[in-house]
């Protein structure tokens, strides 16, 4: 029997490091980088600081426009609770430091969720509170990812494609809703930043590296 690793299964690694790659960067896009991006570093605005400068825009504020802000964070929440899952899972065979380094990702991911105030009122409020309770499981399925490696990877995978269209669908959605007001509040035409192609940009890769992992690549081990 040959010790050099067959097709199938050089494929299911690469497709593992697409995987887990993609999501880190779209965690990266959703979190620090410029969602609204200006020249001045004080004018850019991430996902987490745009979902909270939308609820001061007059149109918002009269609910004239409906926005769910929450839906500007689907991209950072998709990325910190899928990574420690993906990165611990067994058919990937990543090699162990990456998993430890992915994992170790997920808690400034999940910092970046909260609330920009860090106080118990208001990290329990209502408005802040799914937030909360997200950016906990995502830290705690980060120390327990360990034991939940055998979940099935097609079920991973594919939850992971539904979730990352939402996350690129609808976070785009609101951004149209409120490029009038964030034209007007900034005196020129805004248009997504880099960092919003970044995040869909990673979760189209992590779906494609899931789907290859998942489908495509067992057909080749199995030749």
Do not use: C
């Not at 199938?8 to 497709?15: K, M, T």
């Not at 991430?46 to 926005?67: C, D, H, I, W």
């Not at 940009?201 to 199995?222: E, H, K, N, S, V």
């Amino acid at each position: 029997m040959s010790d050099h690793p067959s097709p199938g299964s050089r494929q299911i690694a690469w497709a593992g490091w697409l995987f887990t790659a993609g999501l880190l960067l779209a965690g990266v896009g959703g979190a620090f980088a410029p969602w609204v991006y200006r020249g001045p570093v004080a004018l850019q605005l991430t996902a987490p600081g745009l979902a909270e400068f939308v609820k001061f825009l007059p149109e918002v504020r009269s609910t004239q426009v409906q926005v769910t802000r929450l839906y500007f964070l689907l991209p950072l929440f998709t990325a910190m609770l899928a990574l420690p899952l993906v990165a611990a899972n067994q058919a990937l065979r990543l090699p162990g430091w990456w998993r430890w380094l992915l994992r170790l990702a997920v808690v400034p991911l999940a910092l970046a969720a909260l609330s920009p105030v860090w106080t118990p009122g208001v990290l329990t409020s209502a408005e802040f509170r799914l937030q909360t309770g997200l950016a906990l499981v995502a830290v705690g399925l980060a120390a327990l990812a360990p034991l939940l490696g055998r979940l099935p990877l097609k079920m991973l995978a594919a939850g992971l494609l539904a979730a990352g269209l939402a996350a690129i669908i609808l976070p785009w959605q609101q951004l149209w809703l409120v490029q009038p007001g964030l034209t007007t509040a900034y005196h020129e035409t805004i248009a997504p930043g880099w960092g919003w192609w970044l995040a869909a940009a990673g979760l189209l890769l992590a779906g494609l590296g899931g789907g290859w992992a998942a489908f495509i690549a067992p057909q080749q081990t199995d030749d």
